[in-house]
């Protein structure tokens, strides 16, 4: 592995073994103890994020540090030495597979199945039943539990305790106890049938906890499952906008045009772009006329005009002219790399979900070992009942403190909000994206597609001679038939809708060309296109020579493209087009305010079209922050969080997934980009603004819910810890108690199904 030892240096490292937000959090601390280090760990990710000074520190000492502190680490795509492979490609193949389902999960789920209903149901506990749960049992605490065994020794020999630290604590108490009374105790002989007693006192020896074994290790490998599901699908986004980008471009070589992968290209190469392709890398227009698609950059619906000397962007798409260009830009240089390395940084910078399970079990896990401690020293020092009843004491009061409720809080609300938000077309990513919904107080909303339809429209005919709107529209679509530019199919449907507005879209192209056959088309880059059509010459080109027509004027003003229709020569009409906001989305941003949020709009597009967009919609003109490049999408969102605002970003493009990943909150629309979709935290799959709304709604009430649940968890202990150690509680009881815990737990969690939507 070959570094750069250039200083200041940055490096992304991966980071495996981490369980809990306290794992992340304790790297981290390491990390920033070292000399000229500032690192952020982000627990989603398993990333770290790291600034050093070359002179003090090598990449080497990182990787050494995070192994030290019970890890592994390792670099991240950008690293390699020319010829490695890996990369960031690589890294999120990895991370994508963790998302598999667990054959522990299951393995242990169909053992400890028959286990909870023979514990729980005395009428169907035969001859020696209890041994055969004890087989059941071994394989599901010893194998299914081992990820929670591993972990809890390891954070033990640094000293540390986490939600891992309680899994084992209290399946390990159940074990052993029960261990204890099959072979040393009355629980092993034939016949033995569960019997409950209130009082440890009177406690025969004869009771087993299997069963809690079995739901404990269970139900936390459920959550786990979902946990890593959830943090895998954070590193597609960069996978798929890696996949955006050329395989192939045509190159001028000595006269003649060669295929070669776009990782040959080099600076200074000619490459021959034709409609309907992407162009390879960034480049200069050297030859040729066209319009190029630069939506997935800038969200802008209208294709850009390129002529020779005119700057084009790699990924984006020819639309209409053959095009030669002059390669100016390529591998990590490029704007799509660029765009690659502002993912992975937002995505890294946001601050690990510090959960509350893991703080309070800093405290609570040895708390309640030193409590089990006095009380068996306790009960043998005072009390009557000799060792049985001072073990039994201490057992109940592990078992009582054994954290299944607390392991079930969160993935079962989580579980049932995010089912149900599915159900609505609501798709929550995980638990850490709930904290966010509730502390948000600014919502950014990107226009094209999200605010707007996305599409041109056709709004406004003004006649300028003797013929009508309607006639004006129909002579300007006979030109226009054929055209897959924005503006000539919107001119298109318009007439077939105005025409016969039962017509079919695919319908239109015919319906436009019945005004007449369209001959000698010819199409005039940067200003419009033209054709003969009924033997006469007609045009729809730019207003150059009616720039100070008030119609023009007013288009302009309000956002929307204007063109005139001249017919030899002779202007006869001007047609204003725009994209409109959808129906809904003036509803949605009174809805999101009511949420306590204050919405802005941040486009790419110019600033008349954004501040019409914003009026329509009810959005202040101070909020509306127009003509934004990707990069600085992320700059506006990073200088609103400096402001101390906790900002939520709604956006649907590729140009928008940056934005998303470095929000507080990100909302991508199911309509938009699958980058933009898997970069964000919750993506509204009926791509209606209202979901927006409705989305934060549900993720507050699921994050109310796991309040609720965990304030029970540890309530129930607080209550029962203490009967426990003075001898009021039968280890069973105990059993039966925190069972109890979990179904009100999962009871309360199940409340979340009745949730409808506001609209």
Known sequence: MVWDMSTPAHIDLGISGMTCTACSSR??????????????????TETASVAYDATEVTPEDLLETIRATGYEGFALGGQEGPGEEGGAEAEADGWASKSKPDSRLWGSALLSAPVLVLSMIPALQFTYWQWLAFA??????????????????????????????????????????????????????????MHMSLSAHSHSGNEIYLETVGVVISFLLLGRHFEERAKGRSSEALRHLLSLGAKEATVLREGR???????????????????????????????????????????????????????????????????????????????????????????????????????????????????????????????????????????????????????????????????????????????????????????????????????MTVQEVIPLGAIDAAKVLRVAAAVEAGSEHPIGRAIVLAAAVSSAPAESAAM??????????????????????????????????????????????????????????????????????????????????????????????????????????????????????????PEDKVTQVIALQEQGRTVAMVGDGMNDAAALAQADLGLAMGAGTDVAIEASDITLMNNDLRSAADAIRLSRRTLSTIRGNLLWAFGYNVALIPMAALGLLNPMFAGIAMAASSVLVVGNSLRLRGFRSAF
């Open 508 to 629: 239109s192209e015919e319906a436009a060309r019945r005004e007449g056959a369209a001959r000698d088309f010819e199409a005039h880059p940067g200003r419009g296109i033209s054709a003969t059509v009924a033997g006469r010459r007609m045009e729809v080109t730019r207003p150059e020579g009616l720039s100070s027509h008030p119609a023009v004027l007013r288009a302009q003003e309000e956002g929307a493209t204007a063109v005139v229709v001249s017919v030899e020569g002779e202007p006869v009409g001007i047609i204003a087009m725009a994209d409109a906001p959808k129906a809904t989305s003036a509803e949605a941003i009174a809805a999101l305010r009511e949420l306590g949020l204050e919405p802005m709009l941040l486009t790419g597009d110019n600033a008349g079209a954004a501040s019409a967009t914003a009026r329509a919609v009810g959005i202040s003109p101070e909020a509306v922050l127009a003509e934004v490049r």
């Open 27 to 44: 790297v981290e601390r390491k990390l920033n103890k070292m000399e000229g280090v500032s690192a952020s760990v982000n627990f989603a």
């Open 136 to 193: 059941l049992i071994s394989p599901v605490f010893f194998w299914g539990g081992w990820p929670f065994h591993r972990a809890a020794l390891l954070n033990l020999r640094h000293g540390a305790f986490t939600m891992d630290t309680l899994v084992s604590l209290g399946s390990t108490a159940a074990y052993a106890w029960s261990t204890w009374a099959l072979f040393l105790g009355g629980a092993g002989e034939p016949g033995m049938v």
């Open 257 to 455: 045009e060669v295929r070669v992968p776009t990782a040959q290209l080099t600076v200074g190469d000619h490459t021959v772009v034709r409609p309907g392709e992407q162009i390879p890398a960034d480049g200069t227009v050297l030859e040729g006329h066209s319009a190029v698609d630069e939506s997935m950059l800038t969200g802008e619906s209208v294709p850009v005009e390129v002529t020779p000397g005119a700057r084009v962007t790699g990924a984006t798409l020819n639309t209409s002219g053959r095009l030669v260009v002059r390669v100016d830009r390529v591998g990590e240089n490029s704007t799509l790399a660029q765009m690659g390395r502002l993912l992975t940084q937002a995505q890294a910078s946001k601050a690990p979900v510090q959960c509350l399970v893991d703080r309070i079990s800093q405290v609570f896990v040895p708390v309640v070992m030193a409590l089990a401690t006095l009380t068996l020293i306790a009960h043998l020092t005072w009390g009557s009942g000799g060792a049985t009843d001072a073990l039994a004491a201490a057992v109940a009061v592990l078992i009582i403190a054994c954290p299944c409720a607390l392991g079930l809080a969160t993935p079962t609300a989580l579980l049932v909000g995010t089912g149900r938000g599915a159900q609505l077309g609501l798709l929550i990513k995980g638990p850490e994206v709930l904290e966010s919904t509730r502390r948000v107080d600014t919502i950014v909303l990107d226009k094209t597609g999200t605010v707007t339809t996305g599409e």
